[in-house]
């Protein structure tokens, strides 16, 4: 698992979730297409209907196109066609992960032999879910979305109970994601909190909070991945179209060649060419005699900067000159002495 932001590269997650609409042609479409994109791991979820919910539970704000168990039972996938799934990341060169939302889930992507766990917003005070992932002795990511620093407290440690191969993600549950609820903040405060790495699952419809996460340090970046935001479901509307999720991986690449680059100011041979080219020399605005007193009325600064520079402008001043000194030429060294 990626430990930092700032040095090892960014772990960069597709999150295809629902997306697929139960159809696994388009499901392994978008693992293609999230490879194609830059991503490092492409995330589902799965999803066992009477494992996890109620037959009369609520739908979300943002999607009634149909009630809730009757969608994860319309969209779920067999144990099978998972495999199936699994396999195509595998042939492409992409991680694949899927969130449980039950402990039946947990197993089954464990008998898949996924390499870690992504356990989701609304899943961090299910403690037996996550008692069931942590005996697996699999990395995992925690995403943070609902859930209050106590609840988060109790989710660290009964992960930790097991082992202390885990990652923290920020995330605000609100779809889409306003800039101002983002919560950059958390992610230094979660670092201090648990001395563990974190990351932003982000729901913004654009690509700058996670540049900016990226730029704080962030391990790892979810982003929702569709093919347009046009489809049916609940994720779709939401999401990233492949364009826009290819700009989301060039940009993380972009930031952390930044971060791992840093730049001397003090290295100025690097940029000898541009300061005599746009920098500027004291230049005399008049015909200075030998013998003259320098005075500010005398002087002016003008290109290239191969001269005295301007810095030196103030100290030069009541110095006396050695030799005449032409109109626009450079003041140089050899033309003075102490008055």
Known sequence: MTTSGAHNKVNIIA??????????????????????????????????????????????????????????????????????????????????????????????LDKLGVARYKVPSGEITNIPLLDAVGRTGKPVLLSSGMSTWLELDEAVATIRAYHSRLALLQCTTQYPCPPERVGLNVLAEMRARYDLPVGLSDHTLTNEAAFAAVALGAAVIEK??????????????HSLEP???????????????MLRSPVDKDAVNELATMKRTFEKSIVALVDIPVGSVLAADMLGMRKPGTGLPGRRFKEILGRRTTSPIAKGAMIREDDLTDA
């Not at 929702?224 to 509307?237: E, Q, V």
């Not at 364009?243 to 060649?257: Q, S």
Request: glycine letters at 8%; one cysteine or more.
């Open 243 to 257: 364009a826009e999720f290819a700009d989301l991986a060039r940009g993380v690449r972009a930031v952390e060649a």
């Open 15 to 108: 999150e295809v979730g629902s997306v697929h609409d139960g159809s696994l042609g388009n499901a392994l479409c978008l693992i293609r297409v999230a490879a194609e994109c830059g991503a490092d791991a492409v995330k589902f979820q799965t999803h066992i209907a009477a494992a996890e919910t109620l037959p009369d539970a609520p739908c979300p704000p943002y999607f009634k196109g149909e009630p809730r168990y009757a969608y994860f039972e319309r969209t779920g996938f067999s144990p099978e066609q998972w495999a199936q799934l699994k396999a195509e990341c595998e042939t492409v060169g992409i991680e694949f992960l899927s969130s449980p939302f039950s402990e039946e889930a947990v197993a089954l």
């Open 224 to 237: 929702h991945l569709t093919f347009s935001r046009r489809m049916y479901g609940s994720d779709a509307p």
